[in-house]
């Protein structure tokens, strides 16, 4: 079974600075998917960032980007330029690529609570 | 596009009580959903997942139950809450990722 750990349970940064959310999982996968959401205070679960395992590119969305080691099976979560609105919980995610039995299940790690400080 | 709703958005129930929460999707068909529940400031729990109508898969043994009696329309139940069952309950549905509701809070009394 897959495990996804986040290693930081809260994480602080000041405002306009850059942050890394760490995440790593454990697979004998070699094919599969890695997300990033936010959980603001509303609690919606907001999907950031999309990493497919076969892309070599690290993916980048605005000023969210991520560092994708497969064989480190590490998969970490940059924010640039913080702001005030990206204090939240992030959760990494794992998905498996196959069919059969995965059904499109995510596992989840524990959450890493963020606090951006003005 | 593709929206989810949940209701509803916030419910009481004592002890003992029945419950049924809902959650539609629109702009997509035959998706896998999925129920969820999350204790504050903790992770998810993956409860219940559907692939198609009347299909239901149980990840963890408990006092609810669900349902899925149309292609997008996927409730969750009980026959007699426990204090144990508040908690925050997200729906969602997949394409590759997963997109969720906007959740319930219930509080159980």
């Known amino acids: 079974a897959q495990t996804v750990t986040q290693s930081q349970p809260e994480m602080s940064v000041q405002e306009a600075e850059t942050v890394t959310l760490s995440c790593t999982y454990d697979?004998?996968?070699?094919?599969?998917?890695l997300f990033w959401y936010k959980q603001p205070p509303s609690r919606q679960m907001i999907l950031v960032i999309r990493?497919?395992?076969?892309?070599?590119q690290n993916a980048t969305e605005n000023r969210f980007s991520v560092n994708f080691q497969k064989a480190a099976k590490s998969f970490s979560l940059k924010i640039s330029d913080s702001q005030l609105g990206d204090a939240a919980m992030y959760f990494c995610?794992?998905?498996?690529?196959?069919?059969?039995?995965?059904?499109?299940?995510?596992?989840f790690g524990q959450g890493t609570i963020l606090t951006v400080h003005p | 596009s593709q929206t989810i709703h949940q209701w509803p958005a916030t419910l009481v129930q004592p002890v003992g009580s029945p419950l049924s929460l809902e959650c539609t999707v629109e702009?997509?068909?035959?998706?896998?959903l999925y129920w969820y529940r999350q204790a504050a400031g903790r992770g998810l729990q993956l409860l219940f997942y559907?692939?198609?109508?009347?299909?239901i898969s149980s990840e963890v043994p408990q006092n609810l139950s669900a349902s899925r009696p149309q292609d997008r329309q996927f409730i969750l139940s009980s026959k007699k809450l426990l204090l144990s069952d508040s908690g925050f309950y997200l729906c969602?549905?997949?394409?590759?990722?997963?997109?969720f509701g906007p959740g319930t809070r219930l509080t159980v009394l």
């Open positions: 969602a549905w997949s394409a590759v990722e997963q997109f």
């Open positions: 697979t004998s996968e070699s094919d599969y998917y």
């Open positions: 990493q497919e395992a076969y892309k070599q």
């Open positions: 995610a794992y998905r498996s690529a196959s069919g059969g039995t995965s059904y499109g299940k995510l596992t």
């Open positions: 702009g997509t068909s035959n998706p896998n």
């Open positions: 559907s692939v198609g109508i009347g299909q």
